[in-house]
């Protein structure tokens, strides 16, 4: 049994995948857009520790549907705002009834 959201949102996923070479010889980063249905988008806060004046830094958990894996390369964009992943989106499956939980992923967006 899948836990859903009645009131999830449609967000796009920008999947990060390694590009061809730079003069440096390191891959440029390449994204893929994939529209995820149904993300449970908690309310963003603003940075405490930062002060506001010289940028905007803003954080919110994103809880994608179950079984979605993610990397710290990914990006996301919410509501026209785009976030940058902080941590991995982790498959989590509960061992005693083997249901799989949404995948929680934190994302910061930094702006100014």
């Known amino acids: 049994m899948a836990i859903e959201f009645a ?3 449609a967000v796009v996923r920008l999947v990060w995948s390694a590009g061809p070479k730079d003069k440096y010889n390191k891959p440029t980063d390449v994204y ?3 529209t ?4 449970g988008v908690d309310v963003p806060e603003l940075d405490p520790n930062i002060p ?3 940028q905007q830094v803003m954080d919110t958990t994103l809880f994608l549907p179950p079984g979605t894996a993610t990397s710290k390369r990914d ?3 919410v509501r ?3 976030y940058n992943a902080v941590t991995d989106g982790v498959v ?4 005693f009834t083997g249901s ?3 995948t929680p992923v934190r994302v910061r967006n930094v702006s100014g």
């Open 100 to 102: 799989v939980f949404p």
């Open 92 to 95: 989590v499956k509960n061992a």
């Open 52 to 54: 506001q004046d010289d």
């Open 75 to 77: 990006k996301f964009v």
């Open 80 to 82: 026209g705002v785009t």
């Open 7 to 9: 009131y999830g949102e």
């Open 36 to 39: 995820l249905d149904g993300v």
């Open 32 to 34: 893929t857009a994939e």
